[in-house]
T-cell receptor, first 109, second 114 residues
Framework: GQNIDQPTEMTATEGAIVQINCTYQTSGFNGLFWYQQHAGEAPTFLSYNVLDGLEEKGRFSSFLSRSKGYSYLLLKELQMKDSASYLCAVMDSNYQLIWGAGTKLIIKP | DVKVTQSSRYLVKRTGEKVFLECVQDMDHENMFWYRQDPGLGLRLIYFSYDVKMKEKGDIPEGYSVSREKKERFSLILESASTNQTSMYLC?????????????FGPGTRLTVL
């Protein structure tokens, strides 16, 4: 079966750095997405990785290792507004998105 | 900016009622999707559509149907609502072309079936 695993909840301090991991087992791979979802709102796109390595976008970076079935989202200089759920999703061989359950990130002052 | 709108943010229905959830997008996207989101679970795909009048079953189509009569509009129908269909329903679209098929989401409809 297809599976995406990510931690249920993480806590971090304002101004710090946090890394949210995602491991996956899917039938085929056509890219990995990270989305941010604030409580009661729709998910919004953060990043996309299809090749191994690090993609940096401002305070957010996303890393992919296809051989290990592993990705992480790195958030730097955390702000209170970063409190949200972070969803990892993998596009499989049929170009369907398989979604993880999301990681709820709590930022403390 | 892509805009995806859904007909209601909150909806309360009774068991056995027929429920219509509507999604409209304004960017001429080819692909449209209906998901449900429940606590502790990832988004689960109910139905999707790659073109007008075309529909494909997702992972959990039982108890649902869809309609896509116009490119910009994708409706989800609960033929006879049941309490286990209480959930957040999210509509999404993507352009269907290019290397990055980022999905754009509507605000969601929180449906409660009593």
């Amino acid at each position: 079966g297809q599976n995406i695993d990510q931690p249920t909840e993480m806590t971090a301090t304002e101004g710090a750095i946090v890394q949210i991991n995602c491991t996956y087992q899917t039938s085929g791979f056509n890219g990995l997405f990270w989305y941010q979802q604030h409580a009661g709102e729709a998910p919004t796109f953060l990043s996309y990785n299809v090749l191994d390595g690090l993609e940096e976008k401002g305070r957010f970076s996303s890393f992919l290792s296809r051989s290990k079935g592993y990705s992480y989202l790195l958030l730097k200089e955390l702000q209170m507004k970063d409190s949200a759920s972070y969803l990892c999703a993998v596009m499989d061989s049929n170009y369907q998105l398989i979604w993880g359950a999301g990681t709820k990130l709590i930022i403390k002052p | 900016d892509v805009k995806v709108t859904q007909s209601s943010r909150y909806l309360v229905k009774r068991t056995g009622e027929k429920v219509f959830l509507e999604c409209v997008q304004d960017m001429d996207h080819e692909n449209m999707f209906w998901y449900r989101q429940d606590p502790g679970l990832g988004l689960r795909l109910i139905y999707f559509s790659y073109d007008v009048k075309m529909k494909e079953k997702g992972d959990i189509p039982e108890g649902y149907s869809v309609s896509r009569e116009k490119k910009e509009r994708f409706s989800l129908i609960l033929e006879s609502a049941s309490t286990n269909q209480t959930s957040m329903y999210l509509c999404a679209t993507d352009p269907g072309q290019g290397d990055l098929n980022e999905q754009f989401f509507g605000p969601g409809t929180r449906l409660t079936v009593l």
